[in-house]
């Protein structure tokens, strides 16, 4: 039964276990199928056409699981294939942008919104076009910061190094006395902290994982497809590739230990 199947959900990587962590806390006896496209991230570097192939057949691969909803969860592929996906593909689709611009838009006080994301996220001008259709009045000051991944990924959270590439990257925003600022990037909801302290406490940062959990929620019970909360659910990781710090790096990113991964082939998928 179509109630019954799992959710999809999938990122350039390791960065939408972010988002995983809300859904489960959200949706705790649903099913879940988790795809990391970790043999060909980043993708925040790339062209739109290529991030949209690979998006493509990632949920071809999805859709073969038999799954009911898919969560991208990863604001490059959101910024540039989100309605390329929704026109080609006919279940439903939950981008990561439009659930934490509503936030975001709902409560900025003087109508001065910073954006960060890659340059992906940045260039394709989805942000700025989400927020603009909400509220066109708001002032939108976007900046891209491709380090913070990598800081990331290497664990620098709170070091000199996160604190010192934030205040350079930051340092426009701060000049225009922006007082909401989104996260647009699976990764950066990690260095809150750093950025909170850069910014400023007068600053609210937006994590959007949070909302896009909800919006999911939502979504599903309008259609008639939340699981009976009498069951266990399972969580099910699939990877393009399999690096020896994979399940190290997941757990930082998820919060709990991943005992099983499997490793597909995706050019079986490519159409
Ligand atoms: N997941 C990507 C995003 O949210 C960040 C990592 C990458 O560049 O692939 O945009």
């Known amino acids: 039964m179509e109630i019954d199947k799992a959710i999809g959900i999938f990122d350039s990587g390791v960065g939408g276990l972010t988002v995983m962590k809300e859904v489960i806390k959200e949706l705790p006896f649903e099913d879940i199928i988790y795809f990391g496209d970790i043999a060909r991230t980043p993708y925040g570097s790339k062209s739109k ?10 949920v071809h691969f999805l859709s073969s699981q038999g799954v009911k909803i898919i969560v991208v969860a990863c604001n490059t592929v959101t910024s540039f294939a989100l309605e390329t996906l929704r026109q080609e593909f006919r279940l439903p689709i939950i981008g990561v942008i439009k659930p934490g611009v509503k936030k975001a838009v709902e409560i900025a006080g003087n109508k001065r919104v910073g954006v960060i994301g890659t340059e992906g996220t940045i ?50 925003l701060k ?35 949070t909302q896009v959990a909800i919006e ?11 699981r009976e909360s009498n069951r266990k659910a399972t969580h099910k990781f699939y990877v393009s590739d399999l690096p020896p710090k994979f399940k190290e790096l997941a757990k930082r990113f998820l919060g709990e230990e991943i ?10 998928f490519v159409k």
């Open 216 to 226: 999911t929620k939502d979504v599903l019970s309008k259609n008639g497809l939340i």
């Open 49 to 58: 056409e290529t991030v949209t192939k690979y998006a493509r057949e990632i």
């Open 123 to 172: 260039l394709s001008g989805a942000y700025q076009r989400e927020i603009k259709s909400i509220q066109p009045s708001v002032e939108i000051i976007s900046i891209s910061c491709p380090l913070f991944v990598p800081i990331v990924e290497e664990g620098w959270i709170d070091t000199e190094v996160s604190n010192l590439v934030a205040s350079e990257y930051l340092a426009p």
């Open 175 to 209: 000049t225009k006395k922006i007082d909401t600022l989104i996260l647009g990037c699976t990764h950066y909801p990690m260095l809150k902290k750093v950025i909170q302290k850069v910014i400023g406490d007068g600053v609210k940062l937006v994590d959007s994982a």
């Open 259 to 268: 005992r099983e991964v499997i490793k597909i082939d995706m050019s079986e």
